[in-house]
């Protein structure tokens, strides 16, 4: 029988999980991914967590719960870094001891320490150690791995076209709206986990789209872009995925093109707490254009969201018409 | 150039004495007060930690009194803490604040920049007169602290009641207004004398209680309403688990050269945390081992509100208090910690412990028979 590899559908599920899916099916074990984020998993989280944690987190322990009694083996990566310097975020590091304190009766898990932050030398290692759960063949996991790796760079290609994890699931290619000539363009700025969960984000990225406008996200920009302008601070921002909000604001602040900017942050993150202020200010001190943040937490109701989309995109279509038509008789 | 810096418990003392020896003019922020807070929560985002709210608020009362450079030490991630003087400068260069802020951290092979830094600020380029003025003030801290933590032990069992804080209000006047070392020290020892003069009365069944998490609330007693002397007016014994000297030595001296004092620490937190995560959260649970190695009745974890690093080892402390049998309470403080509340979870841990202390001992006496 396969061996059954459990996959939360939390955290960096929407950034990674072509990798690992790929890699775990290559070498021959089977991947359960927990179901699409719902009401029951949000409150399995809550209830099994910390109160302060942020609910990112939370929903990551409640996906967490859904999976453990049918899987053998939960992939719980320790994600210390990612690129050199960088790290991702202290509840990130310490994420398989938070779900193995908090969750009870859990399989084992695969919790591998990622850690590029000297250098990426290790990363066979880590792959191997990952890959030794399924089998020991070394040639076996380096093969998997490339096969991985190749799925994830298709994946990331994909992303940077505009296709985001949402569209994926569908037939997106048809059901692709023509981008119409007054189309206006918002940047949708945040982390990948609240942005691409359709639940947790309350499906902004459709609701946007829906009023035709379109949306960017820091996954659709080149890396390059972004490593420029976030180079912009004195000071490196040594969160990776903090480095790419940054890059992406500072971004959107010069294109003409971009009418405005979105902040999707969680309650209690401390990595938007540092972001959202910084690209606020600068924004406002030196660029015209709307920005704002919006906080979900497990108690957002959806329609004071809901009005505040609509408040938003009705100011940059008025903005658009009105703007350069100020009578000058008052 | 008039320089200014945070305030964290009493380490200002320390710095004043640094750029004493240097003969760099400092301008010591005002006590650490509600109105300080107020500023701080007013210009800071909404839910950043409470640590860079209060020292915004120390920056901005030295401006007013003026101060025009701010020297702070950083750090690389992935803790908040590293990102601290970036948010300010931005806060400061919105509020119209012409300041310079000079951060002082891990070089990261960048040892010109660091040095340019230090030069800066210091007023010399004789790295023989830093390395002395430095050692001087390490050792001003380092005895200051440690009559700090002597008074957390003892205070319990003063015979009058005020002796002690009446000696350390003193002697932190005294220092504020000496200059230098040699004069700092020669108080400091004459605190020592006095301390060891004030009549005690032990009392045998005082309570014994460490104090864990986030190293600026541990230490700064504006932040963590007074919990130190709190619990001592309760009748127990405090001890913490961080302070200034220690985080100096540790920071420049031994990780600098790839080497650590906290083996003991570290080791004793690595069923539970594997790495380090940033922040102090690996310390947090390494300590609240050792203190329950040591007897101790119990642990108070202090830390800010969203605080990153805490948060994860505040979810693994249940399993440390379960498998050593120590009662852990998490204190969560932000601007808006009404001090009544945090006195009657204080009251009601402290009663909790008394219980279990009793309780302990009647079953020796029942088992003896």
């Keep these: ?64 719960m859904d999976l453990k009694d049918r899987v053998d083996f939960l992939f719980v990566p320790k994600l ?63 093969h998997a791995y490339s096969e991985g790796i190749t799925n994830y760079h298709n994946y990331r290609a994909l992303m940077k076209q505009g296709i985001l994890p949402i569209d994926m699931n569908k037939d997106h290619f048809q059901k692709r709206k023509v981008i119409s000539v007054n189309q206006q363009k918002v940047v949708l700025l945040g982390h990948p986990y609240n942005l691409y969960d359709p639940l947790l984000s309350m499906n902004i990225v459709e ?63 401390g990595l938007d707490s ?6 606020e200010r600068r924004v406002r001190r030196s660029s015209k254009k709307p920005f704002t943040v919006l906080t979900l937490d497990e108690h957002t109701g959806e329609a004071g969201i809901d009005t505040r989309i609509e408040a938003f995109v009705d100011m940059i279509r008025w903005r658009e018409k009105n703007e350069n038509n100020f009578s000058s008789h008052g | 150039m008039k320089i200014t810096f945070p305030h964290m418990g009493s380490t200002h003392i320390g710095i004043k004495c640094l750029f004493d020896e240097l003969g760099v003019e400092t301008v010591i922020p005002p006590k650490i007060s509600k109105k300080t ?26 401006i007013e009194r003026g101060a025009d450079t701010i020297v702070v030490t950083g750090s690389c991630g992935p803790c908040r803490y590293g990102y601290y003087s970036e948010v300010q400068k931005e806060i400061l260069k919105d509020l119209g604040h012409d300041v310079e802020m000079v951060v002082l951290e891990a070089p990261h092979g960048n ?172 310390e947090t649970i390494g300590h609240t081992v050792l203190y329950s190695e040591r007897g101790f009745d119990g642990v108070i974890q202090v830390l800010p509100f969203t605080c990153m690093p805490e948060i994860v080892s505040m979810s693994i402390l249940p399993r440390v208090q379960q498998d050593h049998n120590i009662p852990v309470l998490s204190l969560i403080i932000d601007e808006l910690t009404g001090e009544a509340g945090y006195l009657t979870r204080v009251e009601a841990y402290i009663d909790l412990l008394r219980n279990r202390r009793e309780s302990k001992k009647d079953e020796k006496m029942l088992s003896r028979h």
């Design chain 1, 80 to 142: 210390m870094s990612i690129y050199k310097n960088e790290y991702i975020c202290p509840k990130f590091c310490g994420l398989p001891e938070m779900v193995s304190s908090s969750v009870k009766d859990l399989p084992p898990l695969i919790d591998t320490v990622i850690n590029f932050r000297k250098s990426r030398k290790k990363l066979f290692k880590a792959v191997y150690e990952i890959g030794s759960h399924v089998t020991k063949n070394v040639s076996e996991i380096e």
């Design chain 2, 37 to 62: 807070l107020e500023i701080g929560t007013k210009y800071a985002p909404e839910l950043i930690c409470l640590p860079l709210k209060i020292t915004l608020g120390n920056y901005i009362e030295s």
């Design chain 1, 207 to 269: 609701k946007l789209r829906a009023k035709d406008v379109m949306v960017i996200t820091p996954e659709m920009m080149d890396t390059a872009t972004i490593n420029r302008y976030a180079n912009q601070m004195d000071k490196k921002m040594f969160w990776s995925f903090g480095r790419k909000i940054m890059g992406t604001a500072f971004y959107a602040m010069e294109d003409p093109t971009i009418s405005g900017m979105i902040y999707l942050s969680s309650f209690g993150c």
């Design chain 2, 111 to 282: 040892i010109p920049e660091f040095l340019k830094r230090v030069h800066k600020i210091s007023n010399t380029k004789n790295p023989l007169k830093i390395a002395k003025s430095l050692k001087n003030a390490a050792k001003v801290l380092k005895r200051l602290n440690e009559i700090e933590a002597q008074m957390l032990q003892l205070r319990p069992h003063e015979m009058n009641k005020g002796d002690f804080d009446q000696v350390y209000k003193q002697l932190i006047k005294n220092l504020e207004n000496s200059c230098g070392a040699k004069e700092m020290l020669i108080n400091i020892e004459g605190a020592f004398k006095h301390i060891i003069g004030i009549p005690l009365k032990r009392k045998e069944d005082a309570l014994k209680v460490g104090i864990v998490g986030e190293i600026y609330t541990v230490i700064e007693d504006a932040a963590n309403v007074d919990i130190g002397k709190k619990l001592n007016d309760m009748g127990v014994e405090v001890y913490k688990s961080h302070s200034a000297s220690e985080w100096l030595t540790e920071n420049i001296f031994y990780r600098s050269i790839g080497l650590t004092s906290e083996q003991k620490i570290e080791e004793a937190s690595d069923p539970y945390m594997k790495t380090l995560i940033g922040g102090h959260a690996k």
């Design chain 1, 274 to 279: 540092v972001i959202a202020d910084i690209a």
């Design chain 1, 1 to 64: 029988m396969d061996i059954k590899i459990g996959i939360p559908r939390g955290l960096l599920y929407y950034y990674y999980f072509p990798l690992w899916n790929k890699f775990f099916e290559t070498l021959g074990a089977e991947v359960v991914v927990s179901q699409p984020t719902n009401k029951k998993i949000i409150e399995n989280g809550v209830k099994n967590t910390v109160d302060e944690a942020c609910l990112p987190v939370k929903v990551y322990h409640g996906h967490v």
